[in-house]
Structures are given as C-alpha cells and as structure tokens.
C-alpha cells in the first residue's frame, strides 16, 4: 500500500510523465475533436442521402452509402486503421494524425449516418403530412418541422457516439502513435516507473472525466430540446 | 348560385403494391358544396382524400382544380387553396399553436408575420383558445389540438377544405366542439368534402353523400335520398349496421 502511494506522488512529481500524460491525452483529444467532426459532416451527409425522397439521380448515391455503411460496420475498427495506416496512407512522412482522424472519422461517419437516419425516420410522418398539405416545400418542411423533432431523438445516441470515439481512439496505440493509453503503458514499463497499475489507472481517469464531462453537456441540451414535450 | 366546378376528378385510380385501392372514381365539387364521404372502413375514402392533394400519388386519372390539370409540378400552389385536417391532428409538435398558425403564411408570402399574427390571434379568439397562443401542441386537448389545426387550414384562406375523419381520435366530449366548428364553416358557405363516421352530422351537413365501396363511389344522393331510399343493396346493409 505504501509503494502505492509512492508511486502516485512519483508519478506526480515527475515532470516528464506529467508531460508525457498530457501530450498523450492532447493526442486523444486531437484525434477524437476531428475524427468526431468529420463523422458528424459525413454521416449527415450520408443520413440526407439516405433518407431523402426516392428519385433517379440518388439512385447511385444511395447505393453507394449502403455499400459504405455495410463494409465499415461490418469490419473492425483496428483493422480499418491498419488498413489506413499500412495500405492507403502508407506514405513516408504522411502526417500520422490526418491518417488516425481519417480512419475514426470515416469510421464514425457509418455509425452517425444510421443514428441521423434513425433520428429523421422515427418523426412522425404526420409532421411531414401536414406541412406538404399547407403547401410547403420539402425543404422548408425538412429545417422547419423535421430536423428540429429529429435533434430530439438523435442527442442520446450521438453523445454515446461521440463517447465510443472518444475510447475507441485508445487503440492507436497499436501503430505507435503517442496518446493516452500509450502514454500510459510508456510511463509504467521497466525504463520508466517499472509499475503499471497507477499510471494506467490514472489514465483511466482522465478517460472518464472526458466521458463524464461530455454525459453532463449532453443531458444538459437533452433538457433544454425537451422543453415542446411538456404537457399540462 | 352559379355551379362554379372547383375540382373535377376522372377516372381516380391508386393501387398500393397490387392491391386496387381505388378503382375509378369520378367526382365533381361546386363551390359551396358540403359532401360527405361514406364507406366502410379500407374501402378507399381516406385514400381518395390523400389523392386530391396528392399526399398519395395517384396511379392513373386526372385531378382538375378548376381548369388546371394537377400534376406534380404544381401541386405545391394547389395545396395552398386545398386545405387538409387530419384524424391524428398533425400540428407540428416543435412549433407553438401560433407558430403552426403562421409559419405556411408567412413562408409562402401569403401574409407579412405581423398580418399572420393578427389572423391568427382573432381565429384563436374566435374558437376560445387565446390564452394558448404560445403552448406547444403537447399541452392542448385533443379537441383543442383538432380546432387549431382547423383555423390552421383556414388560415391560408383555402378554397375546400378536406377533413379526413376528423372526430375519429377525440373523446366523445370534444367531439362536438369540433362539429361545431366544422358546421360553423359549412355555414359561412365553405367548400367541404369530409370523411366521417358521424351519421347523424352527415346527415345534417350534407349537400351531398357518396358512397365509396372497394374502391368505387357505388351511390351518391342527397342524405334525404341516401338515408331514407337507399338504392344499391349494399348501401342499405351498411345503413342497417351503423344507424
């Protein structure tokens, strides 16, 4: 017990593992801000597609997103990031962190695509009904009625996303790249503190503050969209 | 009144799939007329509805509004003169009642919001929902939710209105503030078609019923007509059963 504590206040105490701590939790953040921006873009951009009403020219586009969808979700997320890493973006000197941000972020925009698409699909069709029949436009009824409704059933799921990526990212670790969960590993090896359990359980705080950090801002904007549900 | 043909219809036809909803329906309206759709229930009235606004796309015949020709390209005008009141309501649940009211008036430059606003403040008056302006649809009755989105249709000043079993989600209480409301238009001389299980009230409002049976109108009439001397052996056992 007692070299447990003396491997917190090591641990503490000792710049260059606080640093590579914090350089390894940036990289995360880094990795998770981007992949998860560039997810949102792109699977809505998916779920618009998807959804959108049955005409000759999204016949290809449709088609493309299934076929895109399946194979992402039907694959591994480490193997995607080999791929990335190894086969598409095998470049010398290729920034190893657009590689990563693509590989999360072409993974993310899949499973966002099928939460927007589920969120737009579950508002009532009578919603849609009533604006064609007072003669509004598909648009002005989809920014207007539908996406405003859809919001509402899309924030749980896609803050639990955003948590998925947020972790997931854990495992570039497995191409060399310094974050988080590497710093961790690095920090309790034998040439370092020669100890694991407190550096990766430290790590494992940080991973949770972010994840809590995000549960309460997401519930936070639950709450506020919740506010046309009330009745009475 | 000069017979004034607002919507003609011609040989209507939708089929879901294979299976023939419609079957060829052909149908006049004049202005100032109050028809009364009757049938049983999966014989094709909410669908024949649907198709007048093209909510369903029909599979084959012609709809007229007046003279023009309905077709996809410039259903989005008709709509505005063809007003629709649902069974479910459908007012938009993340708008208030007086968002409802004004956002098709204002987007389609019908009115500015301040003259929407006004509109639809008198109409809210009028029905006694003032004080509700500015809930959200979740806090309103059933009968209320249903005479909001009944001065929601009158607020773009259409020229029919079509009421797709309006009473048909209401508890018996609301039920008749909403014919009220439905009678007080018929009786400022609107243009109605109406699908309803109401016999009575049919019987009271009707310019004119049809009967819709396996996707065809097989007998129309006057109530005084249909209810008393129904012609078709069809129709007197639908009679028998419901009255």
Known sequence: ???????????????????????????????????????????????????????????????ICRVYTTIIRGTPMALQLFIMFFIIFAIRDFPELITAVLAFGLNSAAYTSEI????????DKGQTEAGLALGLSRQTIFWKIVAPQAI?????????????????????????MYDLNMAAKDIGSGQNMASYIVPMFTAALFY??????????????????RKSDITG | MVDEKILTIKNLKKN?????????????????????????????????????NRL???????????????????????????????????????????????????????????????????????????????????????????????????????????????TSALDPESIGDVLALIRELADKGMTIIIVTHEMGFAKEIASKIIFIDEGKIIEEGTPKDFFNHPKTPRVQEFLEKVL
């Not at chain 1, 921006?37 to 618009?48: P, S």
């Not at chain 2, 208030?96 to 098709?104: D, G, H, P, S």
Request: glycine content about 6%; proline content about 3%; overall charge positive.
């Open chain 1, 1 to 63: 017990m007692e070299d447990f504590f003396q491997k917190i206040i090591e641990l503490f105490t000792t710049p260059e593992y606080i640093d590579s701590l914090l350089h390894g939790f940036l990289l995360t953040l880094e990795i998770s801000f981007f992949a998860i921006i560039i997810g949102f873009l792109l699977g809505t951009l998916i779920a618009l597609i998807e959804t959108a009403k049955k005409s000759k020219w999204l016949v290809i586009p449709k088609f």
């Open chain 1, 116 to 123: 927007i698409r589920g969120g737009i699909l579950s508002v």
């Open chain 1, 152 to 176: 509402k059933n899309i924030i749980p799921a896609l803050g639990n996303e955003i948590i998925t990526v947020i972790k997931e990212t854990a495992i570039v670790s497995m191409v060399g």
């Open chain 1, 208 to 225: 949770l503050a972010t994840v809590y950090l995000i549960t309460f801002f997401v519930r936070g904007v639950e709450k506020k969209l």
């Open chain 2, 16 to 52: 879901f799939k294979k299976h023939r909803v419609l079957r060829g329906i052909d149908f006049e309206l004049s202005k100032g007329e109050r028809v009364v759709v009757l049938g049983p229930s999966g014989s094709g009235k909410s669908t024949f509805l649907r198709c007048i």
């Open chain 2, 56 to 166: 369903e796309e029909p599979s084959a015949g012609e709809i007229y509004f007046h003279d023009n020709l309905i077709t996809d390209k410039n259903i989005r005008a008709m709509r505005e003169k063809i007003g629709m009141v649902f069974q479910h309501f459908n007012l938009i649940s993340n708008l208030t009642v007086m968002e409802n009211l004004t956002l098709a008036p204002v987007k389609l430059k019908l009115m500015s919001q301040e003259e929407a606003e006004k509109k639809a403040r008198d109409l809210l008056r009028h029905i006694g929902l003032l004080e509700k302006a500015d809930a959200f649809p979740a806090s309103l009755s059933g009968g209320q939710k249903q005479r909001v989105a009944i001065i929601r249709a009158m607020m773009m000043e259409p020229e029919i209105l079509l009421f797709d079993e309006p």
